[in-house]
């Protein structure tokens, strides 16, 4: 990446920013000189996830560190009146905001894979859909307000995949196909506001729960191919392959600044992927490498088709823009 501060005196809110994608989008957003804001539950000496140390004061301090200003605010975004209240601060700090990432999700224990929903536990699936979708709605209800009127405001929704195909369970299904069409939906409301939409999801992300599910840290983690006597069973498909193309959160929230960067790009509405930017944009993970996901998936798994142009053109020209052309 370059060393420039590329978003310098801008400020951002990461919702959601314990840890996983939301902590990597934040430091990166750090590395590029904003003022990031990093809202979640999980505070020092009151942690909100059972097993999960993070808090959102250490993602502050990372984000200071490399190179901005971090800030957290503990919020829980099921709560309108807590996100009103984080969004006050912020205009009343700094009369607006630039970007906003929505990664708000906490849906890890919550995910019944294999499950058909007739047989899933209902509350633990509508839990699921009021902590993972509701919350983005809730954030950028309250956000947008203040994004109005500066140059090249931009949303990060933070989905799993770029397809429109099953995930496994009908409500992670529905979760994270609702966040690409949130941000579909989001971009044209905003179409005329001149503030860009987007979904965006990573890899296969090296989180921090990933790497202690292989027994492994950032330092270590490729020693995770050597297969040691008493693994536990691994993550996709018990394959170390897989795991060794994995990304660090850093990868996707350099995928974010890329396109905040970008005063050029006209991507509202869409998905994009951690890799296929890194193509466009050329920038790199936290080790210097690209890892390439979808490359990778395609050659093993096989083609699968991804949310492109033509899928798009089926969500475009409906009749409700025939009907109401000015809405």
């Avoid at 996100?83 to 999700?105: E, F």
Wanted: aromatic share 10%; with cysteine.
């Amino acid at each position: 990446m370059p060393t420039t501060q590329l978003l310098k005196n801008k400020v951002a809110l990461v919702a959601g920013a314990t840890r996983g994608a939301g902590r990597g989008i934040a430091v990166a957003l750090g590395e590029a000189g904003a003022t990031v804001y990093c809202s979640g539950r999980s505070t020092k000496g009151h942690p909100a996830t059972p097993g999960r140390p993070e808090t959102i004061e250490e993602t502050a301090e990372m984000v200071t560190a490399a190179g901005g200003r971090g800030i957290a605010v503990r919020t829980d975004h099921t709560e309108p009146g807590q996100v009103k209240k984080l969004v006050s601060t912020i205009k009343r700090r700094h009369k607006g905001l630039d970007i906003l990432v929505n990664d708000i999700w906490g849906g890890d224990p919550l995910t019944q894979f294999g499950k058909k929903f007739w047989t899933a536990d209902l509350d633990t699936g509508l839990r699921m859909l009021k902590q993972a979708v509701h919350t983005h709605i809730i954030t950028a209800h309250y956000a947008v307000p203040l994004m109005l009127g500066r140059r090249g405001a931009m949303i990060f929704e933070i989905t799993d995949g770029d397809t429109f195909s099953y995930r496994g369970n009908l409500f992670y299904d529905l979760v994270k196909t609702s966040i690409i069409r949130l941000a579909f939906a989001m971009a044209y409301d905003l179409r005329k506001k001149n503030i860009m939409s987007v979904a965006l999801t990573p890899g296969f992300l090296r989180s921090e729960a990933v790497l202690e599910h292989f027994g492994v840290t950032e330092a270590t983690w490729k020693s995770a191919g050597e297969e040691p006597p008493g693994r536990k069973k691994r993550v996709v498909h018990d394959d170390r392959p897989d795991f060794m193309q994995s990304e660090t959160p850093r990868f996707v929230g350099r995928a974010v600044v890329a396109l905040a960067a970008d005063p050029r790009t006209n991507k509202s509405g869409r998905v994009y992927s951690s890799w296929g930017l890194a193509r466009e944009y050329g920038f790199t993970d936290a080790d210097g490498g690209r890892p390439d996901w979808g490359c990778y998936a395609m050659k093993k798994y096989g083609k699968y088709k991804i949310c492109d142009e033509k899928f798009y053109a089926y969500w475009e020209d409906g009749l409700i823009e025939r009907l109401f052309p000015d809405w």
